[in-house]
């Protein structure tokens, strides 16, 4: 099997699009297998899909050295070519004076050759500079080759490419002309997710112009020459199904909520649940143990959850029941009592609020302030994801206020959480909170709620 990283020199470099264009390209050469540096859940959504496999998440402020091995040998079983994309800048990470978090963390732990995109508007011999640079910040990091991206011409490309190659001793291998058809269309948390643009026109039609312009510009032999050759292999055997399946989780998968990472799907059996999906959208709410829901864009959808009140009425009582509920961002989103969209907001003319579930007292408004950050926190033994020491991340553009009296199960050291580093509101036996959980990194915690699940039963 080869392996191979692609990553940027800053964030907007283009390697997203170029990352799921290759990934495309390559599948018709083999089996693609797919990793996104990073607590991200929109950039997989792309890699899954045109590699046709889960794509799953690395990140060593979240994940122990063993346990990213441990993930890249169990997601590359059966593929022929293993394509990580990095987050931002390679070596951008959680500090300022290590890499935890970063790129170029990940590519040492799985000792991965790197291919760096750097945006080359507008300069010429300094992309030298910068490629040197990125060489010697780091010694233990092996840049293998360079793609150009923005670049604008046969001049302005041969240029780049001649300095590169000459200050500094590795190959260009593709340079990307500057064209508007390379963006992928965004929102206020980053990309459109994959399921909900796939289908429309225009935008099948962008991923198909993307994929075409990257293979009419980079040379797929030579990336292919790059890679390494190996086959990983793990100590830590993670997901190895428990010998008996006696717990239901339903997990609450549609257009509204699917920020999920892949590995959940496959730690939930490991840890002896059996998982069945349902949608808050469109469907009535299946009988499980326990249920998780994630989160999504469920502001996107108001007036459609809002009219699913049977869903609503029966995730209320099942959370009134002390049936074990876990929700994350969207998820605990929907279980506030409305929710608001205010005017101006995106193009809003008029105030629109949507009834919710109603487990916790309160409510969310969209916009408030955008938050993106690494959390860090204890979770209390009372709830039900159990006493833990936790690292995880927070992605959000709402404001959830709700009654002075709710109880919080994390204490945050780091991020902001729900009100003032308080996070995990819980009530019986149900916990919603701001802190999106990676399954591997904090297996403990979903070891206790699939336990909690057991008990019910």
């Not at 890699?47 to 441990?70: E, K, M, T, W, Y």
């Not at 200050?167 to 002309?177: E, K, L, R, T, W």
């Not at 049936?323 to 998820?331: D, K, L, N």
């Not at 996070?423 to 297996?443: E, F, K």
Request: glycine share 10%; net charge neutral; aromatic share 8%.
């Amino acid at each position: 099997m080869r392996s191979l990283l692609i990553t940027g020199d800053r964030s907007g470099s283009g390697k997203t699009s170029i990352t799921l264009a290759l990934a495309a390209l390559l599948r018709e050469r083999g089996v693609v297998q797919t990793f996104k540096v990073g607590m991200d859940y929109i950039d997989p959504s792309y890699l899954a899909a045109v590699s046709g496999r889960p794509c799953r998440n690395l990140d060593n402020f979240v994940l122990g050295d063993g346990q990213i091995r441990g993930i890249f040998a169990h997601g590359c079983q059966g593929a022929d070519i293993a394509l990580v994309e990095g987050v931002r800048g390679l070596y951008e990470g959680a500090e300022a004076l290590d890499d935890t978090g970063s790129t170029a963390a990940v590519a040492k732990i799985l000792d991965l050759p790197v291919v760096l995109v750097v945006s080359a508007q507008s300069i010429t011999r300094s992309a030298a500079a910068i490629v040197k640079g990125f060489q010697a910040f780091d010694s233990d990091i092996r840049i293998g080759g360079i793609i150009l991206n923005q670049v604008k011409g046969g001049s302005h490309r041969e240029k780049a490419t001649r300095a590169i190659e000459h200050y500094c001793g590795i190959p260009v291998i593709g340079a990307i002309p500057r064209m508007e058809e390379m963006q992928l269309a965004m929102r206020h948390l980053g990309l459109v997710p994959y399921r909900e643009g796939s289908g429309r026109g225009d935008f099948d039609t962008r991923i198909r112009t993307i994929t075409g312009i990257i293979g009419d510009h980079v040379d797929l032999d030579r990336l292919l020459a790059l890679a390494k050759e190996h086959m990983p292999a793990s100590r830590e055997q993670i997901f190895t199904p428990a010998p008996e399946q006696d717990v239901r989780i339903a997990v609450a998968y549609d257009e509204a909520f699917n920020f999920y990472y892949a590995d959940l799907f496959d730690l939930l059996p490991a840890l002896g649940a059996t998982v069945v999906q349902f949608s808050p959208v469109h469907d009535s709410l299946p009988e499980a143990d326990g249920y998780i829901i994630g989160g999504g864009y469920p502001e996107l959808f108001v007036p459609e959850l809002e009219k699913n009140d049977r869903m609503r009425e029966a995730i209320r009582e099942v959370s009134r029941n002390g049936t074990p509920v876990y929700a994350e961002c969207g998820g605990l989103m929907y279980l506030t009592d409305r929710m608001v969209l205010k005017a101006g907001w995106q193009g809003r003319k008029t105030e629109l609020s949507g009834a919710m579930c109603g487990v916790f007292k309160g409510e969310t408004v969209m916009p408030a302030k955008r938050v993106v950050s690494y959390v860090e926190g204890t979770s209390s033994k009372t709830c039900p994801m159990g006493a833990a020491r936790f690292r995880g991340h927070e992605f959000h553009y709402s404001g959830v206020t709700l009654d002075p009296s709710t109880k919080y199960a994390y204490r945050l050291s780091r991020g902001i959480g729900i009100a003032d580093t308080n996070d995990g509101a819980v009530r019986d036996n149900t916990l919603g909170s701001y802190t999106h959980l990676h399954p591997v990194g904090s297996r403990d915690m979903f070891r206790n709620f699939v336990d909690r699940c057991r008990e019910r039963r």
